[in-house]
């Protein structure tokens, strides 16, 4: 039924951040696990050559005292380094993007998260035993999310039952449904094409058919068919 | 002596054992993303299905992913009610607006005439100016036999199409049963073939 992206990070403003971030989690874990599993088999190699039983367990002493201090401290430093290095960069990128979207698209982070942004287009997700309807400002309501490409969204989103939660795995948006309460998430969607929505938290037997799909149009694809169908529905108000 | 040895080298096949499960996996997982890694949205296929109903035009999968300049084959059927067409649109805006505007003035000119008289009017008349408008548009961006499918409910047709410039082509159908006098695409019924370098 769709296609499924390995890389995603051109398909929205949030992916590209949170791919590269998970580009450079993976890559202080496959440097560690590189030095663990290194480790792992040189180890025995060494021990098992040399007949010396240098850590042999003796009672009443504690390994510390056998004299490898150096080790252990080279461990905990290499530990609280990669923490250390995986936090700073966590805080750099999500600043980079904070100041990328009020530069290019002139809204604040605190915007996005009050949900009332002049250039960004809002709109209401309500999850339902099992489904999803898409609400935008001038009155259309839709199963099928239709959102413009480069343009910020911000995505109010709500439940109507039990606890649901609304993902676009391909352009890194998810936000926990709770009824009684409007939970917002954000994203700028950059390339035209069509992405899954799914439910991400088990709401029932129909959790694994809770799914919707978010059409990315080019902007004046996407002002067609907001303006042609936010006109009938006044229409229809009218009469 | 000679039991604790052998438990030793147990111990030792057993730890380089696990490691060489990790490091063949971690093998599988970069030549996943060697192979699969590189696509901008998926595989762009050769063949879709696409599925024309009241009032949509699905694909599957979705969505239509082409490449410059290989053949792609569209199987097209028509699931819903009322006849539906498949027809390349350059500028939908205009080309919507255009058929409304033609089919309201048509209705205030003859307000004798039926709702489906109008609308056999308004096909007649623009098949030709639409056909032509439309060819002269995709000229040189792509080849095919025919660029407006019309189709009866039930029917379904195969069509090959060429796309020879990179870009975002729409399809839609601009048909007037059921929404008159606004065409289907304005109920949402269209499309886009998103064609890719590669």
């Known amino acids: 039924m769709f296609h499924y992206p390995f890389d995603p990070s051109q398909f929205s403003e949030t992916a590209r951040v949170w791919w590269n971030l998970f580009g450079f989690y993976l890559t202080v874990a496959i440097l560690l696990g590189i030095a663990v ?4 088999v040189l180890i025995p190699f060494i021990y098992s050559r040399s007949r010396k039983a240098v850590d042999e367990i003796k009672p009443g002493v504690v390994p510390g005292e056998r004299g490898r201090n150096a080790y252990l401290a080279v461990i905990v430093v290499l ?12 805080y750099i990128s999500v600043n980079e993007l904070a100041s990328l979207i009020e530069e290019e698209y002139g809204v604040t982070i605190e915007q996005l998260q009050a949900g ?11 999850g339902f035993q099992w489904g999803w309807t898409f609400k935008y400002p001038n009155g259309i309501e839709s199963d099928v999310l239709y959102l413009p490409a480069g343009r910020p969204v911000i995505f109010k989103v709500t439940s109507d039952d039990v606890f649901h939660a609304f993902s676009i795995p391909d352009l890194r948006v998810k936000v926990d449904a709770i009824p009684g309460q409007v939970n917002m998430g954000w994203t700028v969607p950059q390339t035209p094409g069509t992405y899954r929505i799914q439910c991400y938290e088990l709401c029932g037997v129909g959790h694994a058919e809770m799914i919707s799909k978010a059409v990315v149009l080019p902007p004046e694809l996407f002002d067609f068919w907001y303006e042609s169908l936010g006109e009938e529905l006044v229409v229809e108000e009218g009469g | 002596m000679a039991s604790s040895s052998e438990g030793g080298n147990l111990a030792l096949l057993a730890t380089i054992a ?17 192979v699969f890694g590189e696509n901008l949205a998926g595989p762009p296929q050769n063949i879709y299905v696409i599925r024309l109903s009241e009032y949509t035009i699905e694909a599957s999968p979705e969505p239509i992913i082409v490449k410059v300049g290989q053949p792609v084959v569209f199987k097209i059927v028509n699931e819903g009610a009322v006849e539906h067409e498949l027809m390349f649109v350059p500028n939908l805006q205009m080309m919507a607006d255009m058929i409304m505007n033609a089919a309201i003035r048509l209705q205030e000119q003859n307000p004798e005439l039926s709702e489906e008289e109008i609308i056999a ?25 025919e660029f407006m499918i019309e189709l009866e409910p039930g029917e379904s047709t195969v069509a090959t199409f060429t796309f020879l410039e ?7 159908c601009m048909k007037l049963d059921g929404t008159f006098p606004e065409p289907h695409a304005k109920e949402g019924m269209f499309n886009q073939i998103i064609v890719v370098e590669g």
């Open chain 1, 37 to 40: 599993y290194a480790a792992l």
């Open chain 2, 166 to 172: 990179p870009g975002i082509y729409v399809i839609a």
């Open chain 1, 116 to 126: 009332e942004a002049d250039g960004a287009l809002v709109v209401e997700v309500r």
């Open chain 1, 79 to 90: 530990i609280l380094a990669s923490f250390l290095a995986v936090f700073v960069e966590s």
């Open chain 2, 121 to 145: 009017m308004v096909d007649k008349r623009h098949e030709m100016v639409m056909e032509e408008m439309i060819e002269k548009a995709l000229k040189g961006k792509v080849e095919g036999e």
């Open chain 2, 18 to 34: 696990i490691s060489v499960v990790f490091f063949a996996a971690a093998a599988v997982a970069l030549g996943y993303y060697l």
